[in-house]
């Protein structure tokens, strides 16, 4: 099993950045591939980005790609999101998710374990 605590949202201006850890209890991280996903009020909970055990590949959904980031550290067992040039539609909360899967794809099943959730907020 893996434990997952989200870290680093906020409050930000559109145009800002967030930058959101996500630490990993256990000892066995590097064997899980990891993701962002993001839920706004009212709306279900949908994928963000996902990245490989080793951390050399990575895949984004269309909304973020090329502002967001995932990337991560197996000697520190965190995983990260790096969120630039900042919407207001990218206010949400956002978790943390692990998987024993080899090729997850996008979708909550996918994933079997949670954090608790970062709230990640953009004012316009």
């Known amino acids: 099993q893996v434990q997952l605590v989200e870290s680093g949202g906020g409050l930000v201006q559109a145009g800002g950045s967030l930058r959101l850890s996500c630490a990993a209890s256990?000892?066995?991280?590097?064997?899980?591939?990891m993701g962002w996903f993001r839920q706004a009020p009212g709306k279900e909970r949908k994928f963000v980005a996902g990245?490989?055990?080793?951390?050399?590949?990575?895949y984004y959904a269309d909304s973020v790609k090329g502002r967001f980031t995932i990337s991560r550290d197996n000697a520190k067992n965190t995983v990260y999101l790096q969120m630039n040039s900042l919407k207001p539609e990218d206010t949400a909360v956002y978790y943390c998710?692990?998987?024993?899967?080899?090729?997850?794809?996008?979708?909550?099943?996918?994933?079997?374990?949670w954090g608790q959730g970062t709230q990640a907020t953009v004012s316009s």
């Open positions: 990245i490989g055990w080793s951390g050399g590949s990575s």
């Open positions: 256990g000892r066995t991280f590097s064997s899980y591939a």
């Open positions: 998710a692990a998987t024993a899967r080899a090729n997850p794809g996008a979708l909550v099943w996918e994933f079997d374990y």
